[in-house]
């Protein structure tokens, strides 16, 4: 079992790393066929978001995009980015501009969910 999930974490995170936007569970199980079931994904995604290797976004279509995180780690997700959806191409991205939202005073911001849609470079 411990290897069998070794495998299928490796080819999750290989199918992550390959396409250079976010994917969804569903376009993932698709590119994995028959290797690994649906469980064990929603279980290793999961985990991963744990870990700080990749972070969830939900999209304005209400589904779940998953995307590899750069700098964060096991103890804490760090990013301040946007996430664009090409209403041409439907692709999903993360936007790589750091945002700086300025909070009142007192405020302190633990998680930054910013979503645009509109059309990519390659669309627009
Ligand atoms: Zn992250
Ligand atoms: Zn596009
Ligand atoms: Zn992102």
Redesign the pocket.
């Known amino acids: 079992m411990a290897k069998r999930n070794t495998k299928a974490k490796q080819l999750i995170l290989d199918s992550l790393k390959n396409t250079r936007s976010a994917i969804s569970q569903e376009v993932l199980q698709k590119e994995l066929g028959e290797t690994v079931d649906r469980a064990t994904i929603y279980r290793v995604l999961n985990s991963f978001c744990e870990d700080g290797i990749i972070h969830k976004i939900l999209s304005d279509d209400g589904k779940y995009y998953f995307a590899v995180c750069m700098n964060c780690s096991e103890k804490a997700h760090k990013h301040n980015h946007f996430h664009f959806r090409?209403l041409?191409?439907g692709?999903i991205e993360c936007l790589p501009n750091e945002i700086e939202v300025k909070l009142p005073e007192g405020y302190r911001s633990v998680n930054f969910n910013g979503f645009i849609s509109g059309?990519?470079s390659?669309?627009s």
């Open positions: 090409c041409q191409c692709k059309y990519c390659g669309c």
